[in-house]
Structure formats: C-alpha cells, structure tokens
C-alpha cells in the first residue's frame, strides 16, 4: 500500500496524539500506539514493554498489546527474552551505520523509479509543502509544521510506485530516530520532543528544497547525492546528538 495522506499511515506515530485513525482494526492500533510510544521517547533502549501496564493504559485486552509486541519483536524495535520479558531494542552505532549504508544503498533505485515515473501533477502537489516549509522558523514553529516535512518525505517515497521500498526507507528513517533519542536520554534524561522533532525539521529544509529541484528538473544525479547528503546527515546528529537541543545548527533560525 502506498503512503496516503488521509490515513498518514506510519508517518503519524511521530507525533503525539495519534490523529485519523478512527476505523483501524484495534490490534492495528495497538501496534501503532505502542510503536509511537518507541519513536516519541517515552520508550527508549533497555526499558521494559509491560504488557499489563500498555494493555491498561490504552483501555484493552492483553492480547492485542501481545500480538502488536510480537510485530514490533519482528522489525526489531523491540527485543524479546524468555526469561526477563520484552524490551525496547539496543540499536549500537555499528548498526546505525550499517542501517545507513543499506539506505544509502537504495538511493540510485529511488532515484530511478522516481524519475521514470515523475509528472507535473505529482511535482504541483509538492510545490505546496515546499513553501509551507520554507516559511517555518525557530520562532513560528509548531508540531503541525514538522508533520508537513513528514508528509513532503512520504509523498517523495511514494513517487516511486514501490510499497516495498517506501516501507524499508521509512523503517530505516525511524530506526535512526529512535537511537538518537536513546542516545539524548542516557544524557539528559529527559526529552522535549516538540524541540527534537523542530531540530530536525529545521536541520533538514535545504534537503526538501533540492529533493524538489531534482523533481523539477529531473536530475538524477542531484537526487542520488542529496538522498545520501540527507542520510549522512542523520549519521551525524547521531554521533552529536547534542545539536538537537543547539541553536547552532546551520539554517536554523534564519
């Protein structure tokens, strides 16, 4: 299935609260709720996944909550151990780099099943996020801002026709997300989500402006580089995940 901005799909477990998903079988959303509380930082790495406590909390039985572990045990976001229960995944920065690699990997098909497929209609309607996003400053910014450059990024993975890839880079995408927020727990202990999703919001806008040229211009070239420049830059905040809560990031605040 592709992205479709009606349902926001897994994009929307990056804000809180859950929005549009009145309809959705409950073992689905369970699972959903569950994984955002992974990808919002509530649940980081090491923290026990209390099956009796999230089946209270969300108001249902314990076998929706064990069924949505069980998906989350599978794409590795949680861990499972006989003896001591489920637990949030350790993602090690070896393997951060290596989920890099594999996305950097993916870069030159995106870019060609994008461009193969690329219309005028598919470019007008990312015009619109474009200049929404480009007017987001440090002083304006709102959680509804950053769900704008979430939704940018779905409809680009969307262009390329593929529900396979789009929902391999989304996953590599959160699973960098959920290490840096790890990483700002074990320093700070505590994690302002709204300041973390604007950072990265703010950090990321000149890669919208160039994923949009590529479009316009159908470069390939320009969108194999800025794909790997967007996933290196990941790479980066998350050996300086200090800059998260940092003015001094470029472009910020301009």
Known sequence: MIYNTDDELELSELLRPLQNLE???LNELVYRQIKSLVLNGDLVSGDKVKESVIAKKLNVSRGPVREANQRLVETRFLESDAQKGIFVSHISFDELEGLIKIRKSLSPLIADEIINRIDCT???????????????????YNDKNYRYGLRFMGHFMALTGNPT??????????????????QLHS???????????????????????????????????LMIDT????????????QHPELLYSPVIKGLGQ
């Open 187 to 221: 320093r700070y202990k505590f994690i302002n989500i709204t300041d973390f999703n604007r950072c990265s919001l703010l950090s990321g806008t000149e890669g919208f402006d160039r994923l949009y040229k590529c479009l316009v211009d159908k470069d390939r070239n």
């Open 227 to 238: 794909l790997d420049v967007i996933s290196d830059r990941v790479l980066f905040r998350a």
């Open 23 to 25: 309809g959705l079988p």
């Open 122 to 140: 598919d470019i007008n309607g990312l015009r619109e996020s474009v200049l929404i996003l480009n007017q987001i400053t440090i002083h304006n």
């Open 165 to 182: 890839l789009v929902n391999l880079y989304l996953q590599l995408i959160q699973k960098g997300r959920v290490y840096c927020l790890a």
